[in-house]
């Protein structure tokens, strides 16, 4: 027997050994699934001695994916693993139509339109359709196509649909139809797709090119996903089709976890998984290895109340562990406060650090009180669901130069920085530009090259062809440069660098600071020895593009830096803290009073309260407060309906306090229109549309308690004081600086042109010296 089957229960054993033909894993929370799926791969490839490039894995996360081809590689002893198909959806469908993007009329370089560029394009069109953008409010109407398109309807299906067509009626937004149609030929003129599209076009491309379908369906001889129950209509069609050769098709999930139907997902795909293919093999991995017997009893206990599900039952040989506690606060900020004092006190008791600690909740706009009462109590945490590195403004101006150094024709990019830095191109030129565009069909780049033959006067003329020139001097860069040198030579040429850099208040430096950082993640994926969806050598700026573009908010964030972490429970999947706070446990909020409509949105709310169970290893806290501030409302609040379904002897209630809910009543009598009378038009508001995302500004981790800044010891420059010059300065030498005095450098890192020097000063400890700035004089 293998080494890797050593350590595989009898169930993971049997999941592993299968070789052929259909096979479901229903996996449990904490059942060991990833193992299970990497050394399933890992046996296919050394004892079935299938090729990696015949194998295709999908997760739904880098991360997951990353981990799957260390671990794969790491049980192989070889890197056979670079060249599995292994990444998300999006990734490795993206990898695919960057070769096939000529059969559907696209550019091999087409661009990828994150969420902000995509409702950017939506917010043109309605614009140039006269439409009133209060009515069809960009995000709106962004999110209606979006669901169109995971559930494969495009333009024309959309448009011909009579109950969408009602639907929109009803909404008072008839022309959704139309903005979808110009949305999708926007799109294609300026040779971009969004993430939906990745989906929508691998499924055109396998539907309407049977060369394609043959090609792919041969390359992917054993097709395994992980997640199953997180998959929307397109990529239920898109396995079937590349799948229907082979039929080896692996799919590992638990319904139990089914939480984004508000992304198209559905539960149907995995529960219907065994009426799509005969002789279905059904594996239970029922045996977890996360938490404790009382945490698992509950989370079994709450998900058997669902009915649409697949029978299993969790166990564990862990201990029995503490029962649950339930903590009722009188309002939000006192619950913030509770979770603090409550995370201090495990720290010093139980010897926990921050990382082991999280704070999950069931929206973004509940963070505001834990972020308060962490921050007075000097605890770091890390915010998911903030805003983003690569969505900072200085940071969206650099990518825009490189996304039009790719794909000229990317019109979006292309408007961000026509005029920027200051060029002498203002809004009318713009607008002339964009009129002359639509009007002939072409390009705005195809105006720009054109521009003699459009009218302009003399100086905006030489404007126009002097940004032309220099576009083009770049892109004859791309074939003999790699991303980092092209990105370089951008920031330099075109001064976007220089005017940060000449920006001396505390906001510039730190844009200074993220363009810097961003130029050090490109120079780190040039050095890299292959990207992670597999393709070694291809260091261009196109292949770094694509995947920036693809990263979600948990690859940016370190999962190891010692802080606790805050993030909504969507967000919390798949991941697992020795602590846990299920916090603000209330009606209307969890489960949330736009998901109690219908018998499937609430068991959908009930799993969602399963996932956050089964996060916790060691305690779990459940929170709620009895009254809680709500778009500008102070609103009553009852305990959710789902504390009732935890059995009372797992519950320690020593914190809830008194009253008819807290003792155990249960639930009843009370209809879903009855509890929510009363809410005022806010509250109407917040049921439509959910409640506004929590703003942040933060950078990761989101906060770090500042340390008291230790008094320096002055010192006075020696007479014949001349700052050297350090562009060769090594660790080893001895240096002066003026105010911190003798020091020997002990390490030197950052990039050629942004040097830091660490010095270890004789009377000022350990400093880091940013040579651009700091003044030394070279002893010896």
Known sequence: MQDYLKGLNDRQREAVLHKDGPIMIVAGAGSGKTKVLTTRIAHLMAHYKVDAFNILALTFTNKAAKEMKERIEKILGNSDA??????????????????????????????????????????????EMNLD???????????RISSAKNALVGPAEYAQDYYIQQEDARSNRPAIAQIYANYAKRCFKNGAMDFDDLLIKMYELLKHFPEALVKYQHKFRYILIDEYQDTNPAQYEIIKLLGAAHENVCVVGDDAQSIYSFRGATIQNILQFQKDYDDVKVIKLEQNYRSTKSILHVANEVINNNKGQIPKQLWTDNGEGEKIRLVRT?????????????????????????????????????????????????????????????????????????????????????????????RGI?????????????????????????????????????????????IKSFQSMLQIKNAYDVAFHVGKQTNLVKELFNDKSAEGVQRYENVQELLNSIKEFTETPSNDDGEVGD?????????????????????????VKLMTIHAAKGLEFPVVFAAGLEEMLFPNAM????????????????????????????????????????????????????PQNYLDRSYAGGGARNSGTQFGGTSAFDRMRGFGASEAAERMYGPPPAKRKDTVPSYVPPKPAPKVVEHKPSADFVPSDTSNLQAGQKVEHQKFGFGVVTKMEGSSHNPVATVQFDLNGEKKIMLNYAKLRIVE
């Open 539 to 563: 260091k261009g700026l196109a292949a770094y593009l694509q995947q920036i573009t693809l990263l979600t908010d948990a690859d940016e964030k370190d999962p190891n830096a010692d802080t």
């Open 595 to 646: 998901s109690i409509n219908t018998r499937e949105e609430l068991e959908e709310e009930r799993r969602l309260f399963y996932v956050v169970i089964t996060r916790a290893k060691q305690r779990l806290w459940i929170t709620y407060a009895n009254t809680r501030y709500r778009f500008g409302q102070l609103v009553q609040n009852e305990p959710s309906r789902f504390i009732d379904e935890i």
């Open 426 to 470: 203002g809004k009318t030129t713009i607008d002339k530009v964009l009129l002359i565009a639509n009007n002939s069909n072409i390009s705005m780049w195809e105006v720009l090259e054109r521009a003699a033959e459009a009218g302009f006067k003399a100086g905006t003329l030489e404007s126009i062809e002097n940004f032309v020139t220099m």
């Open 82 to 127: 670079r060249n599995l198909y292994v990444g998300t959806f999006h990734s490795v469908f993206a990898r695919i139509l960057r070769s096939e993007a000529h059969r559907l009329g696209y550019p091999n370089s087409f661009t990828i339109y994150d969420t902000d560029d995509a409702k950017g394009v939506v917010k043109t069109v309605i614009n």
């Open 133 to 143: 953008d209060k009515l069809y409010k960009p995000n709106i109407v962004y999110n």
């Open 330 to 422: 009188m309002t939000d900020n006192d619950e913030g406060k509770f979770v603090a004092d409550t995370i201090q006190e495990q720290k010093l008791r139980n010897h926990y650090n921050n990382k082991d600690f999280a704070i999950l909740y069931r929206t973004n706009a509940q963070s505001r009180a834990f972020e308060e009462s962490l921050r007075r109590m000097a605890i770091p945490y890390t915010m998911y669901g903030g805003v983003s590195f690569y969505s900072r403004k200085e940071i969206k101006d650099m990518v825009a130069y490189l996304r039009v150094i790719v794909n000229p024709r990317d019109e979006e990019a292309l408007k961000r920085i026509i005029n920027y830095p200051v």
